[in-house]
């Protein structure tokens, strides 16, 4: 798999949707070689090393906004190839209050 660090999310659009009662915001992640499919996964923005790996762009967004984010490459080629659940929620919350605060 070739390593790049793709554009995530919309920063105020996750917000906006995470404040509905009962959302949950996934990333569904394809991992794919020249001409083999290597793996598909269905993660959860918070997972641990997935929020880690996720790097806050605030100089692509335009006014009143707070920016968008991106993935490092390296560690989703490492999620689809060993995927995991884990989410630690003080980090979780830690991550949203900065967002937040933005």
């Known amino acids: 798999m070739l390593s790049s ?3 995530a999310y919309n920063l105020d659009k996750m917000l906006e949707y995470l404040s509905h009662e009962r959302s949950v915001f996934l990333v569904y992640l394809i991992g794919v070689k020249p001409g083999a499919l290597v793996n598909t996964v269905l993660v959860s ?3 641990r090393r997935l929020l880690k790996a996720t790097i806050l762009l605030k100089h692509w967004s335009g006014r009143n ?3 968008v984010t991106q ?5 989703l080629n490492e999620l689809i190839t060993h995927p995991e659940q884990d989410i630690d929620e003080s980090e979780a919350i830690a991550f949203l209050e900065k967002v937040i605060g933005l």
């Open 65 to 67: 906004s707070r920016g």
């Open 5 to 7: 660090n793709p554009k």
């Open 71 to 75: 993935f490092e490459g390296r560690a």
């Open 45 to 47: 923005i918070f997972q």
